[in-house]
């Protein structure tokens, strides 16, 4: 263990991602809104982490922050050991509301970002990377669709499909299934997990459901209510990969886990959140 | 794109083709994107319950005949009626304005052979509709190219906009025959001054639509572009002109007829052919019934301009379909 260049991975893959001291205020003056008070938080290198809260906590400011969308008023957020300055290829980002456009197919929209990570690849490799992607989500029938052909899960699917062909570092999830229905949560939640088990990606994933959080997290973030959120509890959720909903069920972990993330959030103030 | 979703029947085939609106015709641009899908989710649902009950598929098919039948006799009967008051009116005494059937019998060489020509003094109205809709075609062109790209530097600077929107918001409200002299004074040449009072009269509307189409490129999109580095032309085609497609071609399609508005003005005092000019023309020599014929022609050629004008917003700024 004398190695220091082994330690200096080691190190430098605990904190994959760094969150440090960081303060988020938003407007001047009067309107000034005091978002982020003092986050630190950090994440290794290929961990899964869930960020819950109630609404207006500062859940999605704090996934803005380390997607570049935001920068912070005081603080700092680092990706691989490189402060975060804007957005970039290498933290891409699962939209709540999909966000694709919609003048373009499937295929192409998932060209949007293999576009940008090859832009001096041939057309046909490029062309066969999104194909690739969007077979990985399962719609590969419908490539050629446009998105207002699309159910809301399958719109959410391209969504995965453009960020996992960004070939990012990290993967920022924003509420991904929030708009979904249970049944196509379900399945959709069943993907991810199968998608992710492939490529253990470092993913921060932001959600109102403590079920979700818990089937696909290693660790659970637990912000306090806004204005001045803050992290207030770290959940380690220790229940061995592959996980399946069944097992999960009969696992001591879970029950007690799922107790204490709904105790919290019901402590907290609104019993709607659960 | 609507309309492949509908049902095909083969009659039915026809009358979507013929240029009638289908109930379930998009509305017009707000927040790009959210309405349009509604609507159409709207058209997609309503599917089944149209098609379930054969037996009253009958019915439902002689009330849309009935329903197409009113659309077209209504007018008709609006248009005979307004005839014979016209021709009342003109009949009594001391009326110098021609009647429908005076105006018809006496300027029947213009109705029914528009293409003649006996010489630079003495053309058909296809010549004179034909010479304007050049003239405006060239400053409806420029004023698109110029507009759509003022248009497009101001929506993406909130400071520009501040400074420019005021102004134009006064330059817009200018009638097209008040910058005649100035245009007059300006080119010297009355077909350059025809041209550029096409020019400033249609550029306003698509100057303020494409603006606003640009302010208003959802932030949602602005993200993407940024996480996924679309940048530069890309940036240019794949999210900001398609977003901004369907306030682009309003104000397009306004343009056009603002330009039309402003040709019979423009050539007023340009003199050679155009259809503006021969108006004056007619009035100096005070030939009324052959103005009636030309004002009526002006009429249909705005109306033919908006509906092909309407017909390409359709297409293309319904590109976020």
């Known amino acids: ?274 | 794109m609507i309309m492949d979703t509908q049902p095909k029947i083969p009659s039915q085939g026809k009358t979507l083709a013929n240029g009638h609106k289908s109930p379930t015709e998009r509305p017009k641009p707000m927040g790009p994107g959210l309405g349009k899908m509604e609507s159409k989710m709207a058209a997609q649902t309503a599917r089944p319950t149209a098609k379930l009950p054969p037996p009253g598929e009958d019915t439902e098919r002689a009330e849309r005949i009935r329903e197409r039948a009113r659309t077209f006799i209504m007018p008709v009967i609006a248009i005979f009626f307004l005839c014979l008051f016209w021709e009342i009116y003109s009949s009594r005494a001391g009326v110098t304005l021609p009647g429908p059937i005076k105006t018809v019998t006496e300027s029947w060489k213009l109705i029914a052979h528009p293409w003649f020509d006996n010489g630079p003094n003495d053309k058909g109205l296809g010549w004179h509709l034909l010479s304007s809709l050049q003239r405006v075609a060239l400053g409806y062109s420029l004023a698109a190219v110029v507009g759509v790209f003022l248009g497009i530097v101001i929506g993406k600077s909130a400071m520009a906009f501040k400074a420019f929107d005021p102004i134009f918001q006064v330059l817009r409200t200018i009638p097209p025959l008040a910058w005649l002299p100035i245009s007059l004074a300006t080119f010297n040449q009355a077909n350059p001054s025809a041209v550029f009072v096409i020019f400033i009269t249609a550029i306003w509307p698509i100057i303020i639509n494409t603006s606003v189409g640009i302010m208003r490129i959802p932030a949602d999109y602005e993200n993407v572009a940024r996480v996924y580095q679309l940048k530069g032309s890309r940036y240019f085609f794949k999210v900001m002109l398609p977003s901004a497609a369907p306030y682009i071609f309003t104000g397009l399609r306004i343009a056009i007829g603002m330009a039309w508005l402003a040709i019979v003005a423009a050539e007023m005092l340009t003199g050679g052919v155009g259809i503006g000019f021969f108006i004056w023309d007619s009035w100096n020599s005070s030939r009324m019934s052959d103005i009636i014929v030309s004002v009526f022609y002006v009429g249909m050629v705005g109306l033919v301009l908006d509906r092909i004008m309407a017909r390409i917003a359709l297409l293309f700024g319904s590109i976020g379909d």
């Not at chain 1, 109630?54 to 935001?70: E, F, I, Q």
């Not at chain 1, 470092?202 to 209510?225: G, K, P, Q, W």
Request: aromatic share 6%.
């Open chain 1, 1 to 274: 263990m004398s190695d220091p260049v082994a330690e200096k991975i080691a190190e430098n893959e605990a904190k994959f991602v760094d969150i440090s001291g960081v303060h988020k205020l938003f407007g001047s003056g009067k309107k000034r809104y005091h978002a982020l008070a003092g986050v630190d938080l950090r994440i290794g290198k290929g961990e899964f982490v869930s960020i819950i809260g109630h609404s207006g906590c500062g859940k999605s400011t704090l996934l803005n922050l380390v997607a570049g969308l935001y920068l912070p008023t005081t603080g700092s957020v680092a990706v691989n050991g490189k402060e975060v300055t804007a957005p970039g290829l290498d933290r891409a980002v699962v939209f709540q509301s999909h966000s694709l456009l919609p003048w373009l197919s499937v295929l192409e929209n998932v060209l949007v970002a293999v576009d940008s990570v090859y832009p001096d690849k041939p057309k046909e490799f490029r062309l066969a990377e999104a194909k690739r992607y969007v077979e990985m989500v399962h719609l590969g029938a419908h490539i050629h669709k446009k998105p207002p052909q699309l159910s809301g899960g399958m719109k959410q699917r391209v969504g995965i499909a453009r960020a996992f062909a960004a070939d990012p570092k990290v993967l920022l999830l924003d509420e991904p299934f929030g708009a979904l229905d249970a049944l196509t949560r379900g399945s959709m939640q069943d993907e991810l997990t199968a998608i992710w088990e492939k490529n253990r990606k470092t993913v921060i994933m932001i959600t109102h459901d403590v079920d979700e959080a818990v089937f696909l997290s290693d660790r659970i973030v637990l912000m306090s209510n806004g204005p001045a959120a803050t992290i207030a509890k770290v959940v380690e959720v220790p229940i061995p990969r592959p996980r399946t909903r069944e097992a999960l069920l009969e696992d001591s972990h879970y029950l007690a886990i799922r107790k204490e993330l709904l105790q919290y959030l019901i402590g907290t103030g609104h019993a709607a959140a659960a």
